[in-house]
Structure formats: structure tokens, C-alpha cells
DNA sequence: GTTTGCCCATACGGTTGCGTATGGAGATAG
DNA sequence: CTATCTCCATACGCAACCGTATGGGCAAAC
């Protein structure tokens, strides 16, 4: 029972309950309590409320880096095959924090700047596949928008009471369609 | 000058501060010194802030209810005809009230249950559409939901800093696509 | 011109949370 | 053994809000 804390134990609690229920939960005070700890060690880790937001943001940063990009890349198949791990992959996973992070930065320029960088990576991500599969750059990324807009909107709505586990027929339609390619 | 205030007032200023700043902005006290009185208006038309946020959210429903479905209809198209007027109605649209709510809609039952309402109802026409395009029940419902959600990321994500006027090239392509039925 | 009902100001108490100040406990170095 | 460095508790002041209590102004009704 190391009494002791550091900083990560702080940035990881903000993490959590920044998942769980917003930023507006990530209280130094609340936090305090539920390390078993008073404010008294927050301030002498932290300069204020504001520096652990930007650690948490950091946090998520490095952490959203080695993505779900990184975990499609390992499986190491074609372009369609890497479209169906992506869809795969980002449909089984939780996207709680993601889905905070983004409510976050409708108020907050730190957190938009964290999450339309990554944004801009997905994309550009998503429209490389696609131009793998002989789609011209402009199909490419409006396939690619599109994509991305559904899947945001899929957690941003509610996020999937069931992480249904087996892709669905709705699922394989709608892949069908997005990797139908008229002109080859 | 009328001075004197009734309920409507104290609901359109919540509404204001609602698409502007999320639930959490719309506060008693910051509302009475936007609209010039002091907190003992408020208490008089209202029992608490929960009776003003419920009041607020219930005109949103009215408002939400004629909807874009009605503006569609106005237009009195075939499906494809509608399905095209309802992209451009909502890619026109403002959306910030309606993001907010779902936002807010993360945190409390009563807004989620009324923004649920909402997404079933634009749901079951977005469906209806398609299958005026004659695709099968399933592939309706399927690209009902694709749309659907592309439409809720599409405000989620950044609201269209420029409502681009004119519709762009992607947006062609991704309507050609979702209307494409191979089967007829 | 009172009375009554509607609308609002003022004042107060309570809660939650931020940030600071100060002191102490425990380990570690000297 | 004591001095120092880390980490934390306690206590305080301050601000933003909520909700209540109370009294007053003003207009319509009588």
C-alpha cells in the first residue's frame, strides 16, 4: 500500500473520471477523495485544476497517437482487408474518453486543437485506404468524411449498449457499399 | 420597455444560453443579469433551475417536432427528390441546439429521452426514403442509419464553420452512392 | 383610494469548489 | 542524531450558485 502518489496516479484518476462522466467531473476535490488523499497533495504535484487538464490532455494525446491506425497496420492485409479490421476494431471499442474529450472541445481550445489533430489523422488515414481500393482522390475523401462522421455519430449518439460482437448484416451492406468500386 | 417578464422570456434567454454554451451555462443567476432582473423574477415563474431546464427542454420538443421532416414534405418530391432536399435543409441548418442537447443528453435521462424520440422518429423517415427507392427493408435501414449518423458527426465534429452554400463534389458522390440500388 | 394580485429587489444561509498557507510525518542523507 | 527533502493534512479565505424569506412597487379591480 504505497500511501505515496506521484503525478500519474492523479492524471490517471482524471482519466477515469473524465471517461465516465466529463470534464466537468475532473474535480481536484472529488479526485482527492477518491485517492484516499486530501487537496494538500494535489497542489504540491500540480500547479492548479488547469495543469492536471493539460496532463490528462497529454495523456490522451500520447495515448491516441499509437492508435487504432497502429493496431490495423499490424494485421498486415490489403486495403479492404484494413478497412474491415478498422471498422472492427473502432466498433468493438469503448470510445468513452474519446466521446468526452470531443465534448470537452466544444469549450475548450487546448482539447479542440488535441482532437482535430487527430481527427485530421484518422482522415488522412481512412482516405489512404480508400485510394488503396482505386478510388480517385476526391471519392476517396468523401468516402473517407463519410466514414468518419458515421462513426463518430455512432458514439456520439449512444454509445453501443452492446459492443455487438458479430458484424451484422446492416454492417456487411453498408461495407459493401462503401468499397464498391464502379470503374474497376 | 415592458419590464414585466412572464416564463417565455426566462425559456428563450435558457434556449439562447443552451446553443451557445451548453446546459451548464444556463444558470439562474447569470440569465437574470442577461435579461436585466435579479434572481426573485426567477423564483417566482419557476419553482428551481430543474423546472426551467425541463421547460426549456420542452420547447425544444415542440420546436423539434415540426421539424425538418415538415420542411421535406413541403417540398413534395419523389424519395430521391426528398432525400435531396433533406440533405440540404439540414447541411444549411444551424444545429448548436440540437448538439447541446445531446450533449447534454449524456448526463440526464430526461434530456436523453427526448433527443431519443427525435433520433427515432428522423430515423424512421430517413428509412421510409429508401425504401422509396425501392431497396429492401434491411438495406433501407441500414443506410438510414449510415446517414443518420454521418449527419450527427457531421455537427459534432466541428459545426461547418462556413454552412457551405453550394453543394460541393463529395457530396454528389456520396449521394449518388447512397442512392445507387443495384437490384432495380 | 384602498385592496388585491402580480412581478421583482434585497438580503440571507448553505453548498461546492478553487487556491493558499502552514505545519507535520516519514524517509533519507550527512 | 539531526537536517533536509517529499509528500500530505488542516484550516482558511474567496467566489459562484442555489434556494428562501421578506418586503415593496405598480396596475387593475372594486
Redesign the pocket.
Known amino acids: 500500500m504505497s ?4 503525478k500519474r496516479e492523479w492524471i490517471d484518476a482524471g482519466l477515469k473520471a473524465l471517461a465516465a462522466q466529463g470534464v466537468d467531473a475532473v ?4 479526485l482527492a477523495k477518491a485517492l484516499g ?5 494535489f ?3 500540480f500547479k ?3 495543469a492536471l487538464l493539460e496532463a490528462v490532455l497529454d495523456a490522451w494525446k500520447a495515448r491516441a497517437t499509437n492508435d487504432v491506425i497502429a493496431q490495423v497496420e499490424e494485421r498486415n492485409g490489403d486495403a479492404r482487408a484494413r478497412l474491415r479490421s478498422l471498422f472492427t476494431i473502432v466498433l468493438e471499442s469503448d470510445g468513452r474518453l474519446d466521446r468526452e474529450i470531443r465534448a470537452w472541445a466544444a469549450k475548450d481550445s487546448a482539447a479542440l486543437a488535441a482532437i482535430e489533430h487527430i481527427d485530421r489523422r484518422r482522415l488522412a488515414y481512412l482516405e489512404s485506404l480508400f485510394l488503396g481500393l482505386d478510388f480517385t482522390p476526391i471519392e476517396a475523401a468523401a468516402r473517407a468524411r463519410l466514414v468518419y462522421h458515421a462513426l463518430i455519430g455512432q458514439f456520439t449518439m449512444g454509445l453501443p449498449a452492446k459492443p455487438q460482437s458479430r458484424p451484422s448484416k446492416q454492417f456487411e451492406i453498408i461495407f459493401e457499399m462503401l468499397v464498391r468500386n464502379n470503374k474497376t
Open positions: 500511501k505515496r502518489l506521484g474535480r481536484v476535490e472529488v488523499v486530501t487537496k494538500g497533495s497542489y504540491w504535484h492548479n485544476r488547469n
